[in-house]
Antibody, heavy 118, light 110 residues
């Protein structure tokens, strides 16, 4: 069974930092692209970052570029999001997601971790 | 970032059908066959219910169906049930491994 479990959320001050983690299990982690998606309170879903299986390809939404860094440790089956220079508008539930293989959609999602910047 | 346009809410009585539209551009919905739909019960993990415009993952009820015409995709829920009450989001591939999401639609079962 595929499982994605996020952790590391919490309260941070504006300008502060947090590091989110996502523990993956039930599949060959290194062979899948992973993405972070967030949902601000009362708002819709927003793609945040992408990292390929080998970490060769990394992308960020314009709203977080230069402040957030995505990484992964395939030996530990883990995905990370280092969030620096946090702003109030970064307040959201952050979801770890696994992309499908062979086509383009987000096949599995974690339950999310709440980040509050205040 | 650009978003796909969905109605804020739709509602229907049990047993009825409802359809949610998702309007984008030729750079996303109209340009690819990779539209997906997600069901989200608040507090839980979102779940994919339609991928590649009209395909259902294993285990998803056949009451959910998807289609696309031009720059607009649609999700239809037939035989509406109380458990279908949730938020629904469309998403489209837009190239370079990136996606765009819809604004979200709250489905209410009357």
């Amino acid at each position: 069974e595929v499982q994605l479990v996020e952790s590391g959320g919490g309260l941070a001050q504006p300008g502060g930092s947090l590091r989110l983690s996502c523990a993956a299990s039930g599949f060959s982690f290194s062979t899948f692209n992973m993405k972070w998606v967030r949902q601000a309170p009362g708002k819709g879903l927003e793609w945040v970052s992408h990292i390929s299986g080998s970490s060769a390809t990394i992308y960020y939404a314009d709203s977080v570029k230069g402040r957030f860094t995505v990484s992964r440790d395939n030996a530990k089956n883990s995905l990370y999001l280092q969030m620096n220079s946090l702003r109030a508008e970064d307040t959201a539930v952050y979801f770890c997601t696994r992309e499908s293989s062979g086509t383009w959609y987000l096949e599995y999602w974690g339950q999310g971790t709440l980040v509050t910047v205040s | 970032q650009s978003v796909l346009t969905q109605p804020a809410s739709v509602s229907g009585s049990p047993g009825q059908s409802v359809t949610i539209s998702c309007t984008g551009t030729s750079s996303d919905v109209g340009g690819y066959k990779y539209v997906s739909w997600y069901q989200h019960h608040p507090g839980k993990a979102p779940k994919v219910i339609i991928y590649d415009v009209s395909n259902r993952p294993s285990g998803v009820s056949n009451r959910f169906s998807g289609s696309k015409s031009g720059n607009t995709a649609s999700l239809t829920i037939s035989g509406l049930q109380a458990e279908d009450e949730a938020d629904y989001y469309c998403s489209s591939y837009k190239g370079s491994t990136l996606y765009v999401f819809g604004t979200g639609t709250e489905v209410t079962v009357l």
